[in-house]
């Protein structure tokens, strides 16, 4: 009886003094968890990486993922194609072990200094050796910029030569990071002012996601763009349910506009869900932080921007940088305040 008692209370302390796991135990010195940027080369592309850990790594504890760019691919018009998501976990001894989750390759990692990381990676069943140089997030502003001069548009504007550019669609940085969260190009296009009556005769002026509501006043309802569902209530009484009865009848968000360099503008936040979602198969990350639009009226159309790196009010794309802020947020406000009448 003695020797059970004994054997019971040495199995309690074997449980409180068992060492913790590794990873947890021994931290790495030359990586304390915060995003690490990474550039070198794979499979004779020219590759960066951008790791981080935590929240939405797959694993736990000790989690990592982040996302891997083939510049030249990206760059080039494939898109998402160049971009390939990782998932994997820390490790003992600066090591990481991540998959890319389009099923490709599995890779092995170890922070050998400050400067540089290397590792294998397992493909089609050949371990191939993989070195990168860690370096600093990518700066959308810096290096020369160019000019877009068509004369089929009436306005002119600037961006990055090292961005993606899509006429009539956007401007994408290729900053890694950023886009491991999500974000959306700068989106620059064109959209007619349309007009229409209303029941009781009242003009209704509709420019992109904006449009006068019955009383005269701007509102956003983003998704006039999505086809996903119906528009939000224009004047929606207290309290009331949607025609059903079934829950609140979706309200727009007020829109605003005013004089900005010489153009008339409205401006607005998104009014429906902005929801996120890593590329190059990373699936849902969680709810983005929401859609800022401005129209440029220019006589019967209007140039329509659009970022997740905006602004609340026009006037503060002159205002000087906040501490910390993205060079995406500040690459989108140099190629706005560019925006020149033809």
Same mark, same amino acid.
């Given at each position: 009886?003695?020797?059970?008692?004994?054997?019971?209370?040495?199995?309690?302390?074997?449980?409180?003094?068992?060492?913790?796991? =590794?990873?947890?135990?021994?931290?790495?010195?030359?990586?304390? #968890?915060?995003?690490?940027?990474?550039?070198?080369?794979? #499979?004779?592309a020219?590759?960066?990486?951008?790791?981080?850990?935590?929240?939405?790594?797959?694993?736990?504890?000790? #989690?990592?993922?982040?996302?891997?760019?083939?510049?030249?691919?990206?760059?080039?018009?494939?898109?998402?194609?160049?971009?390939?998501?990782?998932?994997?976990?820390?490790?003992?001894?600066?090591?990481?072990?991540?998959?890319?989750?389009?099923?490709?390759?599995?890779w092995?990692?170890?922070?050998?200094?400050?400067?540089?990381?290397?590792?294998?990676?397992?493909?089609?069943?050949?371990?191939?050796?993989?070195?990168?140089?860690?370096?600093?997030?990518f700066?959308?502003?810096?290096?020369?910029?160019?000019?877009?001069?068509?004369?089929?548009?009436?306005?002119?504007?600037?961006?990055?030569?090292?961005?993606?550019?899509?006429? #009539?669609?956007?401007?994408?940085?290729?900053?890694?990071?950023?886009?491991?969260?999500?974000?959306?190009?700068?989106?620059?296009?064109?959209?007619?002012?349309?007009?229409?009556?209303?029941?009781?005769?009242?003009?209704?002026?509709?420019?992109?996601?904006?449009?006068?509501?019955?009383?005269?006043?701007?509102?956003?309802?983003d998704?006039?763009?999505?086809?996903?569902?119906?528009?939000?209530?224009?004047?929606?009484?207290?309290?009331?349910?949607?025609?059903?009865?079934? $829950?609140?009848?979706?309200?727009?968000?007020?829109?605003?506009?005013?004089?900005?360099?010489?153009?008339?503008?409205?401006?607005?936040?998104?009014s429906?869900?902005?929801?996120?979602?890593?590329?190059?198969? $990373?699936?849902?990350?969680?709810?983005?932080?929401?859609?800022v639009?401005? =129209?440029?009226?220019?006589?019967?159309?209007?140039?329509?921007?659009?970022?997740?790196?905006?602004?609340?009010?026009?006037?503060?794309?002159d205002?000087?940088?906040?501490?910390?802020?993205?060079?995406?947020?500040?690459?989108?406000a140099?190629?706005?305040r560019s925006?020149?009448?033809?």
């Amino acid at each position: 009886m003695r020797l059970r008692s004994f054997l019971l209370l040495f199995s309690l302390f074997a449980v409180v003094l068992v060492p913790l796991p =590794a990873a947890a135990q021994s931290p790495c010195a030359l990586w304390d #968890g915060a995003d690490l940027h990474l550039a070198g080369r794979i #499979g004779g592309a020219d590759v960066v990486v951008y790791l981080g850990t935590g929240w939405p790594s797959r694993e736990e504890p000790n #989690g990592a993922s982040g996302l891997m760019m083939d510049t030249a691919r990206w760059r080039d018009g494939h898109g998402d194609d160049g971009l390939v998501a990782l998932d994997g976990r820390r490790l003992d001894g600066c090591r990481l072990e991540l998959v890319t989750l389009t099923g490709e390759a599995r890779w092995s990692l170890r922070i050998v200094s400050k400067e540089r990381v290397e590792g294998t990676h397992q493909v089609d069943g050949r371990s191939e050796p993989l070195a990168f140089a860690i370096t600093t997030p990518f700066d959308c502003t810096a290096g020369p910029w160019k000019t877009f001069d068509d004369p089929r548009w009436p306005v002119t504007f600037d961006y990055p030569a090292s961005a993606r550019f899509m006429p #009539g669609v956007g401007v994408a940085c290729p900053d890694v990071s950023r886009l491991a969260w999500d974000a959306s190009p700068l989106s620059i296009r064109r959209v007619p002012i349309e007009t229409s009556r209303l029941a009781n005769g009242r003009k209704r002026t509709t420019i992109g996601p904006f449009f006068s509501d019955t009383r005269g006043q701007w509102q956003v309802d983003d998704r006039r763009f999505e086809d996903s569902g119906d528009p939000c209530s224009e004047e929606p009484p207290a309290g009331a349910d949607g025609p059903d009865g079934d $829950g609140p009848i979706r309200e727009c968000k007020t829109a605003t506009m005013s004089r900005w360099h010489g153009f008339t503008v409205l401006q607005g936040e998104s009014s429906g869900e902005d929801r996120g979602y890593r590329p190059g198969g $990373g699936g849902y990350i969680g709810q983005g932080s929401g859609v800022v639009y401005y =129209a440029f009226l220019i006589d019967k159309e209007a140039i329509l921007v659009s970022s997740d790196d905006g602004w609340e009010r026009i006037a503060d794309l002159d205002g000087p940088p906040l501490p910390g802020e993205r060079s995406t947020s500040l690459m989108a406000a140099r190629i706005i305040r560019s925006l020149k009448r033809r």
